[in-house]
């Protein structure tokens, strides 16, 4: 099964099958009757619309239970525009893909500041107030009689730049519309900022501890989502010519949730299968078509138990999130890990006075420490002390009720997560937190997130530029898996490997986002002697680079070979400060892990 | 006081009250799940379906009711058992339960308009009709409002006693502040989390019998947006607060019933959906709810 799955894999990502697949669906178009071209066009729009969807929801991990609420905006947009006010399509759908893409946008900040059912239900109220609106904005949409005659294939009304365009040439047209979707869709997903979105629906912490802001993140792929789903509805508009409330209320939104989601959220080929499905179901079967509601129902509420990756996740590999051009063009290329250097040389982070209290516990009591380049300190204290809680103060997770965190002079107290990650701040977690369902490589190549600095759109037209600058960052990727021993399993998924593979990912990736601080939360905990050797070195190499460390761990040995110096907290305060025979003496760290009376014996 | 005015208010705080009454069944999942019936509007419009057409055949009026609530009762929990719990052990964060719980009140509402025509049908008068009316003040009161009124506020009260003054209501207070501790205590979680979705849907089928009367017309696709209006409440209230229910229901009520008075009958629902979207960019944590702490 495996094999068969990559073996179709292989033949849907080849780029000949895909021309030949257009060419001979272009080439056999005028075979087909006008009632089949048109329903082939419906099966274009769909595919669309449900990429707009697997954008929001399958990568950035947002719900939303309106869309319908875009594409009616896109169909009512370039309707009103071409038919009112008789301007050429040309002009008509771009507007209203920049009107969907405006309005994806400006409902990211409500959106953004909810999550989960709230968003289900703010999206849900989102595609309502459209519906309402339409309904009631007699003037400029129609009302409930509609927008009758828009320009369109049905009604053989069609001229674009004076050209007439019968239902043969739209689907030719949409056809051609669709493939450059799908391409721009999958160049999206395996660049910089798919990897960023399916990076924020993992965990917004891990994504802004390596500098990735999950609010402009997702404000991104609402204004995407919202151009795409525009895009299909204006579509829509100049295939069918009658645009009316209903067809754009809730049964719109619920039916490309159900496409995309049979599909498979995240597969773009699996999208268009179901949207194939789904088009041609209800006009080739009778039964279907009566049953149609109630079969949605039933495929919502058992699809995601039944089959959790849709159809996409049945026939093909998982997707893949790094253009395989990018690929073979860094392995052409060598670079050194010290190329990792800090380029700044100098510069300290340093922490005063952090209080931080949650209610009336006080976490973390007026602790100072100073992390200089080239030096390991040990952060250590017994568990509850307020050791983590420092981390997330310092990387900017939680405000201080006290103190100030300054680097190099500049003051980054109560900066977002993703800015100290960007001022050269970064962190790993006690826990790993990587995206599960990435490679290894993709994992590492995350941590270079901003160190890719081409623009979206090169990103997203895959642009000599953007995959060059890809392929330099995954050379220094490769090299970093060297350093860490992960070459043999780079392309492996990182749910599949073992705690301490992943523990060792977790660090390179944070290499990878060029710290100058890094800071490591329980690194060596549950690895094996040999895998706690390996990052031993791992963390020496990183001092020779010059970057300050502080290691955050309770196994002494492990510690006393690599320190500099140790900090000792408990209960929030620190109790010591030196190096790490002084600790081993000090009476209130025995104290602290021992109790009293072992002080006194 | 101006006539029209007056019986806008009215009219609002009554079904602001039904809307109340909704959110706290939304609010008791909330609770012992921390997830919610998408799919709850069906079971308010099929259950104010069933009522019409059991008393159709002939069915005195107030077992038609009862029944109908033991339908709705029996399809909460089925609810619960194969959508909310498989999805919510599956582990797919608030995706899977949104959507399953969503296709399954779809599937109900299909279902509906398959075996009783998806046509509006007139709801029976159960206790008086709407011509029925007091005096008060000089000020004519329709008796059907009024009755709408006292069961919704006394189910409300109701409620409230059972979940403050009951075993029962205490545990679900110890399952909605911690579920795993709970269990270990001794509470039967499974049973309780069954229990709050077969009440809720209860809670949800009296709604729509409540408002089926006062609109005196139910259709298929009559509770989809109630069930947002009964959310709008919550939020407005906060999610999980009895009091700030309460306070949203009437609210809400009150604001639309306004508005599609002064503004537009067709504005009514558009404009609470409007105020959902800017109470949760502006407030999600509601009026009476305090913002939730997360720890990293």
């Known amino acids: ?601 | 006081m101006d006539d029209f005015f007056f019986s806008l208010l009215l009219a609002g705080i009554s079904v602001g009250a039904v809307y109340a009454l909704i959110a706290l069944g939304l609010n008791l999942t909330f609770w012992t799940t921390k997830t919610l019936n998408f799919g709850q509007g069906s079971l308010m419009m099929l259950c104010a379906m069933l009522t019409v057409f059991i008393s159709s055949q002939g069915v005195a009026i107030t077992l038609a009711v009862v029944g109908s609530l033991a339908v709705v009762a029996a399809l909460g929990m089925f609810i619960e058992r194969w959508t909310v719990r498989p999805s919510l052990q599956s582990s797919g964060g608030s995706m899977g339960w949104v959507v399953s719980t969503l296709g399954f009140g779809i599937f109900l509402q299909g279902m509906a308009a398959k075996c009783f025509g998806s046509q509006a049908v007139a709801f029976p008068d159960v206790v008086f009709n709407a011509q029925d009316f007091v005096t008060l003040f000089g000020q004519y009161i329709s008796l059907q409002y009024l009755v709408v009124l006292a069961v919704a506020v006394a189910l409300i009260l109701a409620f409230e006693l059972f979940i403050r003054r009951t075993v029962w209501g205490q545990a679900v207070h110890a399952v909605s502040l911690d579920p795993e501790l709970a269990l270990v205590q001794g509470i039967p979680v499974r049973r309780l989390i069954l229990g709050s979705f077969m009440l809720s849907s209860i809670l949800a089928g009296v709604a729509g019998v409540l408002i089926a009367q006062i609109g005196g017309t139910v259709d298929p696709a009559f509770g989809f947006d109630l069930v947002l209006l009964g959310f709008v409440a919550a939020v407005l209230g906060g999610m999980g607060s009895s009091l700030g229910a309460l306070a949203g229901g009437l609210l809400v009520g009150v604001i639309s019933k306004l508005v599609g008075g002064y503004v537009s009958t067709a504005a009514e629902h558009g404009i609470a959906f409007a105020l959902l979207m800017l109470a949760l960019a502006v407030r999600p944590q509601g009026l009476f709810g305090r913002p939730e702490v997360s720890k990293a």
């Not at chain 1, 169909?75 to 038919?83: H, M, P, S």
């Not at chain 1, 078509?289 to 849709?310: D, K, M």
């Not at chain 1, 369902?437 to 990103?459: D, I, K, M, P, Y």
């Not at chain 1, 060596?524 to 895998?531: D, F, K, M, N, R």
């Open chain 1, 1 to 601: 099964m495996n094999a068969l799955r990559s073996r179709l894999s292989a033949v849907v990502a080849d780029w000949r099958v895909q021309v030949a697949l257009v060419l001979a669906l272009l080439l056999a178009a005028p075979l087909l009757s006008p009632g089949t071209l048109q329903i082939a066009s419906f099966v274009l729009v769909a595919a669309i619309f449900a990429q707009s969807i697997n954008l929001l929801t399958g990568l950035a991990g947002q719900i939303s239970l309106g869309h319908a609420g875009f594409f009616g905006i896109g169909a009512y947009c370039t309707g009103i525009l071409v038919k009112t006010h008789e301007l050429d399509v040309t002009l008509g759908v771009p507007a209203a893909v920049l009107l969907a893409g405006l309005t994806g946008w400006l409902l990211s900040f409500p959106a953004n500041r909810v999550r989960d059912v709230y968003l289900a239900m703010m999206t849900l109220g989102f595609g309502m107030v459209f519906f309402e609106v339409v309904r009631e904005w007699n003037e400029l949409t129609g009302g409930t009689m509609g927008l009758p005659g828009v320009p369109s294939a049905a009604l053989r009304t069609l001229t674009i730049l004076g050209v007439k365009v019968d239902g043969l040439r739209y689907f030719q047209l949409v056809l051609l519309v669709t493939a450059g979707v799908i391409l721009l869709v999958r160049n999206l997903t395996q660049s910089r900022i798919g990897r960023a979105f399916y990076a924020i629906q993992v965990s917004e912490v891990a994504a802004g501890s390596i500098g990735i802001p999950a609010g402009r993140t997702k404000q991104l792929a609402y204004a995407l989502s919202g151009a795409l789903a525009g895009l299909a509805g204006a579509l829509y508009a100049h295939l069918v010519g009658y645009l009316g409330p209903e067809s754009f209320a809730l049964p719109r939104s619920i039916e490309v949730l159900v496409i995309a989601i049979v599909g498979g959220l995240g597969s773009i080929a699996g999208q268009v299968l179901s949207a194939v499905l789904f088009t041609f179901l209800p006009e080739r079967l009778q039964v279907f078509a009566e049953w149609q509601f109630i079969a949605y129902g039933l495929i919502l509420t058992f699809s995601l138990l039944v089959l959790p990756r849709g159809i996409g996740g049945l026939l093909f590999d998982a997707p893949r999130f790094i253009k395989a051009r990018a690929l073979t063009r860094a392995a052409r290329l060598r670079a050194d890990a010290t190329a990792l250097r800090p380029d700044v040389g100098g510069t300290a982070l340093e922490a005063k006075g952090i209080t931080m209290r949650f209610g009336g516990l006080v976490a973390v009591d007026d602790v100072s420490l100073r992390l200089e380049p080239g030096r390991i300190t040990a952060l250590i204290g017994p568990n509850g002390s307020g050791k983590s809680t420092f981390v997330n103060v310092v990387t900017g997770i939680y405000r201080p009720a006290a103190g100030q965190v300054s680097f190099g002079g500049r003051d980054i107290t109560g900066l977002p997560d993703h800015q100290v990650a960007t001022a050269g701040v970064v962190r790993t977690f006690q826990d790993p937190r990587l995206v599960p369902h990435f490679t290894v490589r993709e994992n590492l190549l995350l941590g270079a997130h901003r160190q890719l600095r081409h623009s979206g759109l090169a990103a997203t037209l895959a642009l000599p530029g953007a995959i060059a600058e890809e392929a330099a960052q995954l050379a220094l990727v490769e090299a970093v898996l060297a350093l860490s021993d992960l070459t043999e399993v780079a392309d492996r998924p990182i749910d599949t490997l073992p705690y301490g593979t992943r523990r060792m990912a977790e660090v390179g990736r944070a290499l990878l986002a060029r710290p100058r601080v890094i800071l490591l939360d329980e690194p060596a905990a549950g690895l094996s002697e040999t895998e706690m050797d390996r990052l031993a070195q791992l963390i020496r190499d990183m001092r020779a680079m010059g970057i300050a460390i502080l290691l955050i761990d309770h196994h002494m040995d492990f510690l006393a070979e690599l320190v500099d110096e140790v900090v000792v907290l408990d209960s929030g305060r620190m109790i010591y400060h030196g190096d790490i025979v002084g600790m081993r003496s000090d009476a209130q760290v025995i104290a602290a892990y021992l109790g009293d009376e072992a002080a006194h014996a």
